[in-house]
């Protein structure tokens, strides 16, 4: 399986983007596919997952501003952010993997199945 983000770049304060991340091969709604960032000095974070079962979970500081999507014909999965914020600034990272830990969907090190990543930069 490859992953392969697009969408990342810079915005100011308040500002929104949409990153997609596309799969080689049909996966959406098999696997665990997932948002993780990492930003200089900090641990890999869980930011939004969809389960192979439908279910979304989220990470305490983006709930209620991203939300996490999927398009099955299009093999690819979405993270819509809204009211960025400069602490969202990190590098953003897809994943998935085909067994699905429901009790830590969040957890990164879960996934065995990763993209390169993107960067996502919020000025204030």
């Known amino acids: 399986v490859q992953l392969q983000e697009s969408g990342g770049g810079s915005v100011q304060s308040g500002g929104s983007l949409r990153l997609s991340c596309a799969a080689s091969?049909?996966?959406?709604?098999?696997?665990?596919m997932g948002w993780f960032r990492q930003a200089p000095g900090k641990e890999r974070e869980g930011v939004a997952v969809?389960?192979?079962?439908?279910?979304?979970t989220y990470g305490d500081s983006v709930k209620g501003r991203f939300t996490i999507s999927q398009d099955n014909a299009k093999n690819t999965l979405y993270l819509q952010m809204n009211n960025l914020q400069p602490e969202d600034t990190a590098m953003y990272y897809c994943?998935?993997?085909?067994?699905?830990?429901?009790?830590?969907?969040?957890?990164?090190?879960?996934?065995?199945?990763w993209g390169q990543g993107i960067q996502v930069t919020v000025s204030s």
């Open positions: 969809l389960g192979a079962n439908g279910r979304t």
């Open positions: 994943a998935a993997d085909r067994a699905c830990y429901y009790a830590e969907l969040l957890a990164a090190w879960r996934y065995n199945y």
């Open positions: 091969e049909s996966i959406v709604r098999r696997y665990c």
